[in-house]
């Protein structure tokens, strides 16, 4: 069974852009999360989603967003980039909503320049 | 606010050795623990749980205590090998996200 799998694994930006970043979780599982990571600030919950609809959301302005597919894969974008948006960006799917084990991707490894 | 935080930022042991990482949280209505290790380039990787009915909890090489009066657990990790050197993350259930640690960084030396 494949893992969850997050694309792109690299990407670099320029302040004021925008960008789309995509997930497709293991198969069967209906719920997806995001989660920032920095050195400073570490794993930060963005948001859930689970059945197309945004279920829990985290300390995030609006210029973060998101959504989810028929199929569960899910995207998220982030508008107006900041040099602070540098970070890891995790997906992690579930079985169902605000289940507890979450299975991780590798992350897509955003750079803000 | 209440958070999880972890009491050393690295942690170096020698392969064959026990080691032990702990974590702290705040937290007392906290009902739910999770440990993820972390490799270079991955993504966290779901190692034990434990809920706040349970002290101590074993897996393989594993053992997560949880101590509820000081608001304490820890990950015991037995023969300690090479490729168990990562960063450690412990995590709570707050709300219906996990709140994370900032993480522990274990290196194993031969």
């Known amino acids: 069974k494949a893992g969850v799998t997050q694309t792109p694994r690299y990407l670099i930006k320029t302040r004021g852009q925008q960008v789309t970043l995509s997930c497709s979780p293991i198969?069967?599982?209906?719920?997806v999360s995001w989660y920032q990571q920095t050195p400073g600030q570490g794993l930060q919950f963005l948001f859930e989603?689970?059945?197309?609809?945004?279920?829990n959301k985290g300390n995030f302005p609006g210029r973060f967003s998101g959504r989810q597919f028929s199929n569960s894969r899910s995207e998220m974008n982030v508008s107006t980039l900041e040099l602070g948006d540098s970070a890891l960006y995790l997906c992690?799917?579930?079985?169902?909503?605000?289940?507890?084990?979450?299975?991780f991707g590798s992350g897509t490894q955003l750079s803000v320049l | 606010g209440e958070s999880v935080g972890l009491h050393l930022p690295t942690l170096s042991v020698q392969e064959g050795d026990n080691s032990i990482i702990n974590c702290a949280y705040s937290?007392?209505?906290?009902?739910?623990f999770i440990w993820y290790k972390q490799e270079s380039g991955k993504g966290p990787q779901f190692i034990i749980d434990?809920?706040?009915?349970?002290d101590k909890r074993q897996g393989q090489r594993v053992t997560v205590l949880l101590n509820k009066t000081v608001k304490h657990l820890s990950l015991q990790i037995a023969a300690t090998q090479p490729g168990d050197s990562a960063v450690y993350f412990c995590?709570?259930?707050?709300?219906?996200?996990?709140?994370f640690g900032k993480g522990t960084s274990l290196l194993v030396t031969p």
């Open positions: 995590a709570e259930i707050q709300g219906n996200a996990l709140n």
């Open positions: 989603y689970f059945s197309e609809t945004q279920r």
């Open positions: 937290n007392s209505a906290s009902d739910y």
């Open positions: 198969s069967g599982h209906r719920s």
């Open positions: 992690a799917s579930s079985l169902a909503q605000g289940s507890e084990k979450l299975f």
């Open positions: 434990i809920r706040s009915n349970m």
